[in-house]
């Protein structure tokens, strides 16, 4: 178990705030309180007991307790190389999961909760995967930060408790698979529903939960996978989900992107839940401030444009060439941004789809004329 290692480490509360680190002592009365939660691999069939609203901390932590075989938890962590434009295609994905592959049918291990998958795009396009089952894990928590570890292998992540620096490694040398990437949080942390407040609702959509700790990040990584070195730098993120029945059961359809344009920073969430309404999570934020957060109906509308650009999206393989995403009310003006895909990084039969692509947009009185790149997808279930 390498939690202490980690504990005595990489999630030192005071460790990113010297400049020199050192390891102190559990009680330092800086540090912020902390919980530790250890994880079995099991199925079981407890009630798990799910959190929707945020209390002040632990932004970032379980918020499934236990996770039984039909709900799920996972975090999310993801870069994409600012280069593209000029060619350079990579990406990566990396998701701590634990869920059963009732709760979430994207698993395919249906003896455990518990899985690592690093996913992405070498700098030409190809798409790379891999999943590790490990049979134990641990997460910690500090302040709304978080640190993790899956397995032995030195698969992990951790936080500073003000969620302001992170690094997420994906380790397994038997398989050729190693390497680390690194979050310089540059956005605010939020809600569906905007910042961070005691009180505010964590809820998607009914039975979804989303908690956004990294919306944009000056993301640094070094992979080497299977003798391919994905390097590069550009915009990171990290969120995650969770849910109190399978996710099959609550989703209509989604999409969901998060982008860099120009000085802005911008998340987007247009979901349909199992009934078919639709729900709406927006998120522009420049210089460390939140312009734009809300949750209501017109505060982000995403629509497809080219190939298959039926909205809602049907049960096919053709997917859409891009997104029009529309903030209705980005300090009192309409952002009107053109995600138009690059390349696809996973393609999973007719119910998903996660690209990276690149951004174009500006206001609609004309003002600004912005570019960037952006990772995204959908979800039709
Ligand atoms: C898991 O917990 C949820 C409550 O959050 C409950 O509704 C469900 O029946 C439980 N599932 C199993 C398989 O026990
Ligand atoms: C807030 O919720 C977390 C679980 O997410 C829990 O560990 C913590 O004790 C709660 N804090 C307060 C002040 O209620
Ligand atoms: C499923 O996970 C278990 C660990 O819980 C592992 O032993 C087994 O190899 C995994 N199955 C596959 C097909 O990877
Ligand atoms: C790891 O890489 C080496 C050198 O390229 C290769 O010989 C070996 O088969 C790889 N191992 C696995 C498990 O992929
Ligand atoms: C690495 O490459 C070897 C040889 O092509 C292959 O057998 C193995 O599955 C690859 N490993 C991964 C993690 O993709
Ligand atoms: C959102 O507003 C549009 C336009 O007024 C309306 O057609 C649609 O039904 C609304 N959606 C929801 C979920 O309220
Ligand atoms: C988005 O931008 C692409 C690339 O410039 C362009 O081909 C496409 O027509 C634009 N889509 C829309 C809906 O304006
Ligand atoms: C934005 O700038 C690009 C060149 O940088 C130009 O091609 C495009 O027409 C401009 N778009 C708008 C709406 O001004």
């Not at 990584?221 to 390097?231: H, I, K, L, M, Y």
């Not at 995650?240 to 209509?252: A, I, R, T, Y």
């Not at 997104?323 to 690059?342: D, L, R, S």
């Amino acid at each position: 178990m390498h939690s202490a290692l980690l504990l005595a480490s990489a999630l030192e509360c005071t460790a990113f705030a010297h400049p020199s680190p050192r390891p102190r002592a559990r009680a330092d009365p800086d540090c912020a309180p902390r919980t530790t939660t250890y994880i079995s691999s099991a199925l079981t069939s407890e009630t798990s007991t799910v959190e929707w609203t945020y209390n002040g901390t632990s932004l970032d932590g379980p918020k499934v307790h236990p996770v039984n075989s039909t709900t799920f938890d996972w975090w999310y962590f993801d870069a994409v190389s600012s280069d593209l434009s000029s060619g350079d295609l990579s990406s990566v994905v990396i998701t701590f999961y634990t869920a059963s592959h009732e709760g979430f049918g994207a698993l395919s291990n249906d003896t455990t909760i518990l899985e690592t998958s690093i996913t992405g795009t070498l700098s030409d396009g190809t798409p790379f995967d891999f999943a590790k089952f490990p049979t134990e894990a641990t997460v910690v928590t500090e302040g709304d930060g978080s640190a993790g570890v899956w397995g032995e292998g030195g698969t992990e992540w951790s936080s500073s408790p003000d969620l302001k620096h992170w690094i997420i490694k994906f380790n397994d040398p038997d398989d050729n698979v190693s390497g680390q990437m690194t979050f310089q949080t540059i956005a605010p942390a939020h809600l569906p529903c905007g910042a961070l407040e005691v009180g505010a609702t964590e809820l998607l959509m009914p039975h979804i939960g989303w908690a956004n700790a990294v919306p944009d990040a000056l993301a640094q990584v070094n992979f080497d996978f299977n003798g391919t070195a994905p390097s590069f730098t550009g915009p990171g993120y990290h969120d995650k989900n969770w849910g109190d029945q399978p996710f099959l059961d609550s989703v209509g359809s989604w999409y969901w992107g998060h982008g860099h344009l120009g000085p802005y920073s911008i998340v987007w969430f247009d979901a349909r839940d199992i009934t078919g309404k639709e729900y709406f999570s927006s998120y522009v934020a420049k210089a460390g401030k939140i312009l734009s957060g809300s949750c209501s109906n017109g505060s982000v509308i995403v629509r497809p444009w080219g190939g298959e650009d039926t909205y809602p999206p049907p049960m096919t393989t053709a997917t859409p060439d891009g997104f029009i995403v529309t903030y209705g009310n980005v300090e009192g003006k309409e952002m009107v941004v053109n995600v138009t895909t690059a390349t696809a990084a996973v393609e999973f039969s007719y119910v998903y789809d996660r690209w990276i692509g690149t951004l174009a947009g500006g206001f609609t009185d004309g003002s600004g004329n912005y570019t960037g790149v952006a990772q995204y997808e959908e979800f039709k279930v």
